[in-house]
């Protein structure tokens, strides 16, 4: 058996941590079965963002007359686009594995690993298929994988997933999409863009349910403008005849929905549908890998959906092991993995525990129109019954979004004392214009001031933030306060 200071299982965000453990001295070791660098740069962000930049430059040449001028696209080589992503994200990724290889500090196991007891793990697969490894401190942060949904007649026919469909090199003609998270909206974006006639089924009244409702309700709005989309239906069997994949749907309420019933279109209870098209992608989110590590005999539990359980310092119901990333499950984005780490990695190796904070997570969406958010939606606020005031602000009422034909806007959600409580946004580049509430909440005194008194560039498109944080607010809360107030800088 092998013993070591810390083991690491993953290369995603995890090799993070695995790196300070090294700098400290220690002897350290990482397991990972797949491609290394994780999730995000082999199945993840990485391919898909690169990708979606091209359906980006895709679509500004294709509204380029609503400027004035006349641009034609000639021909697009999708197979190279989809080729190149791929070699590039294989090239970081072998560089990685490289690195690991001649590292004298970090053995690399090309291997997969289940637990034998508290911090023993068993290998299978590759040259070091049966070997045991020990270590005083784990870490474990093998990720998810997609989830495949209950459907009649699904293990008959061939479908995508995720990570199938980032590197499909031919452009299906008519793609079904089951599910309406982030996922489906940004792979919509990427095909149907390139000139797929896309159709979503998804369960939800709306798509990106977990944004705020008046940003889900508007984007939904959007796509059903330039998709088939289905809302408020839940695929429930498949088939496939003569080449063609037939899709049935029947109405579906979902329990816990109270929001945005008005978006979920021609859905009516047993009402059903059927969707057709030449390949189908499931989209319908992630499931840990938790069930692969035989948990149980290192004492780690887990939570009724498979994502470990870990306390306010990322430390699991097992002695001396940690959890991070996607398989925690708290927030599935890789920033937020990469925030974990470095918490685990100051609790680890500095002077005292440092409980980890999420209280001003974001997140993008980046399909067009791109959304982002930071902090409460207005639903989470009207169901803790607080008092509260919001803001909305278009884009088109700036003078570089009026230039841009911009639509969207940007919600300001903020407590009665001037409190940033959220952010919430929907139009171009509101993965960028999120930041900077981002660190009003964190750096700054996380108040309305941080933003409506700080300088912005004129006519930058950042002028959309600042007018959503000044300005007539609009009092909501336990008391239903409908009236505009002026909130004091």
């Known amino acids: 058996m092998e013993e070591y200071d810390f083991l690491v299982i993953g290369s995603g965000s995890g090799l993070d941590v695995a790196n300070v453990a090294a700098n400290q001295g220690q002897s350290v070791a990482v397991i990972e079965k ?64 490289r690195g690991l290889h001649s590292s004298d ?93 896309v159709a979503i089924i998804s369960r939800r009244p709306t798509m990106l349910p977990d944004a705020d409702e008046e940003v889900s309700a508007a984007f939904t709005d959007r796509y059903a403008d330039r998709f088939d989309v289905h809302t408020g239906y839940e695929a429930v069997a498949v088939s496939k005849d003569h080449g063609s994949i037939s899709v049935e749907a029947r109405a579906f309420t979902y329990p816990d929905s109270d929001a945005n019933d008005s978006h979920s279109g021609t859905a009516n209870r047993d009402d059903r549908i059927t969707v057709a098209g030449d390949e189908l992608l499931i989209a319908t989110g992630r499931v840990p890998n938790s069930d692969t590590l035989n948990l149980e005999a290192a004492g780690i539990e887990t939570d009724a959906d498979g994502f470990i359980q ?85 884009y088109d009422e700036t003078a570089r979004g009026s230039a841009m034909h911009a639509e969207g806007f940007v919600k300001s959600l903020i407590d009665l004392e001037g409190g940033i409580l959220g952010c919430h946004i929907i139009g171009p580049d509101a993965s960028n214009l999120i930041q900077e509430v981002v660190v009003a909440m964190t750096a700054g005194s996380g108040t309305v001031g941080d933003i409506s008194q700080s300088v912005h560039i004129h006519p930058a498109l950042s002028e959309v933030v600042q007018r959503a944080f000044s300005g007539q607010f609009t009092r909501r809360g336990d008391h239903d306060h409908d009236h505009d107030h002026e909130h004091p800088h």
């Open 310 to 394: 870990t306390d306010e310092y990322l430390r699991t119901t097992a002695d001396g092991v940690w959890a991070l990333g996607d398989i925690v499950g708290e927030y599935l984005l890789k920033h937020n993995a990469n925030h974990e780490a470095r918490s685990v990695a100051r609790t680890l190796f500095g002077d005292d525990l440092e409980p980890i904070d999420y209280s001003a997570m974001p997140f993008a969406v980046f399909a067009s129109p791109e959304v982002a958010g930071v902090g409460l939606t207005e639903q989470e606020l009207r169901a803790s019954d607080r008092e509260y005031a919001t803001r909305v602000y278009p």
């Open 105 to 197: 500090r970090i053995d690399l196991y090309e291997a997969k690993a289940r637990f034998v007891d508290e911090r023993t793990v068993s290998l299978s697969g590759g040259s070091a298929d049966g070997a045991r490894l020990r270590a005083d401190t784990v870490l474990v942060a093998a990720g998810t994988r997609p989830a495949i949904p209950k459907m009649n007649g699904l293990e008959d026919v061939e479908y995508l997933t995720s990570t199938e469909a980032l590197t499909v090199e031919t452009l299906p003609d008519r793609l079904v999409i089951v599910g309406g998270g982030y996922i489906a909206a940004e792979l919509a974006q990427f095909f149907g863009t390139f000139g797929s006639d």
């Open 34 to 97: 797949g491609r290394l660098g994780g999730t995000c740069l082999n199945r993840g962000c990485i391919p898909s963002k690169k990708l979606l930049y091209h359906a980006d430059v895709m679509e500004t040449i294709e509204r380029a007359d609503e400027f004035g001028i006349d641009a034609t696209i000639d021909d697009v080589a999708f197979a190279d686009i989809v080729r190149d992503v791929t070699d590039d994200v294989h090239g970081s990724s072998d560089s990685i594995r």
